[in-house]
């Protein structure tokens, strides 16, 4: 059976989007299958162009049943579910349908007070902290409103996923060459996911620069330093 996870929660904006294909695209630089299914009907589907995972459309419900049979027969995909902000019940039956429910929530007293009570409501759910400052001193304060306000979910809390403003590179309908530090950034994502999963990390494929290279459409080493370069 096919692995699945739920990138979810209350709170809009939080990185949900963005996450779930950070996800889809680490599993592929590791050689696995993935699918980024899309529940979100205020969004639109992306190309899989360029793409070492597939985005799925499962916007319409029977989509996303479909969806979850096809994983449910095919052990060696993973489905990562990207909800959609203010729709609770909706992430009840998302959740449901998960081995592994992720709460993406950014540096804000909002974000986090929201986390709290979906904490609460999937108890075995992770939080992720999303867009996290890269600043010393931003961090330390961030560090300190996890530490006074979700102190007793200490456990539950996942290694923080960076702000990284070249993330949004992976949402452009047709992915275009992703600069090494977008790449690392989901390799670390999939990886912490997988070990969550019980997965195997260390069998897996690390797949090069020059095999990315060819992964992508076979663009030349070349354009992907300059693509580094913008993003340096
Ligand atoms: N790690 C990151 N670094 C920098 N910007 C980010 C990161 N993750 C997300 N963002 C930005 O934050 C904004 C919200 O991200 P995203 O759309 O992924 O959130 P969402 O939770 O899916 O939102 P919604 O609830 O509307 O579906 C976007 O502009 C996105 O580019
Ligand atoms: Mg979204």
């Given at each position: 059976?096919?692995?699945?996870?739920?990138?979810?929660?209350?709170?809009?904006?939080?990185?949900?989007?963005?996450?779930?294909?950070?996800?889809?695209?680490?599993?592929?630089?590791?050689?696995?299958?993935?699918?980024?299914?899309?529940?979100?009907?205020?969004?639109?589907?992306?190309?899989?162009?360029?793409?070492?995972?597939?985005?799925?459309?499962?916007?319409?419900?029977?989509?996303?049943?479909?969806?979850?049979?096809?994983?449910?027969?095919?052990?060696?995909?993973?489905?990562?579910i990207d909800g959609g902000g203010n729709r609770p019940e909706m992430d009840e039956?998302?959740?449901?349908?998960?081995?592994?429910?992720?709460?993406?929530?950014?540096?804000?007293?909002?974000?986090?007070?929201?986390?709290?009570?979906?904490?609460?409501?999937?108890?075995?759910?992770?939080?992720?902290?999303?867009?996290?400052?890269?600043?010393?001193?931003?961090?330390?304060?961030?560090?300190?409103?996890?530490?006074?306000?979700?102190?007793?979910?200490?456990?539950?809390?996942?290694?923080?996923?960076?702000?990284?403003?070249?993330?949004?590179?992976?949402?452009?309908?047709?992915?275009?060459?992703?600069?090494?530090?977008?790449?690392?950034?989901?390799?670390?994502?999939?990886?912490?996911?997988?070990?969550?999963?019980?997965?195997?990390?260390?069998?897996?494929?690390?797949?090069?620069?020059?095999?990315?290279?060819?992964?992508?459409?076979?663009?030349?080493?070349?354009?992907?330093?300059?693509?580094?370069?913008?993003?340096?």
């Amino acid at each position: 059976m096919g692995q699945v996870i739920s990138v979810i929660g209350n709170k809009g904006g939080t990185g949900k989007t963005t996450l779930s294909h950070m996800l889809g695209h680490g599993f592929g630089l590791f050689n696995r299958r993935a699918v980024a299914i899309l529940t979100d009907t205020y969004r639109d589907k992306l190309s899989k162009f360029n793409r070492t995972y597939l985005p799925y459309d499962a916007r319409e419900p029977q989509d996303l049943e479909r969806c979850a049979a096809k994983l449910a027969s095919a052990p060696d995909w993973v489905g990562i579910i990207d909800g959609g902000g203010n729709r609770p019940e909706m992430d009840e039956q998302l959740a449901a349908m998960a081995d592994l429910v992720i709460l993406p929530f950014r540096d804000s007293h909002e974000d986090i007070r929201t986390l709290m009570r979906d904490l609460e409501r999937f108890p075995n759910a992770y939080a992720l902290p999303s867009q996290w400052p890269t600043n010393r001193f931003a961090e330390a304060s961030a560090q300190r409103s996890v530490n006074g306000m979700l102190g007793r979910y200490r456990s539950r809390i996942l290694a923080p996923v960076y702000a990284l403003s070249c993330s949004k590179l992976l949402l452009q309908d047709e992915l275009p060459i992703l600069p090494t530090q977008l790449h690392n950034a989901c390799r670390e994502m999939a990886m912490q996911v997988m070990e969550l999963l019980g997965m195997e990390v260390g069998d897996s494929a690390w797949i090069g620069r020059d095999e990315l290279a060819q992964a992508q459409a076979g663009v030349p080493a070349a354009l992907i330093q300059r693509a580094e370069l913008a993003y340096a």
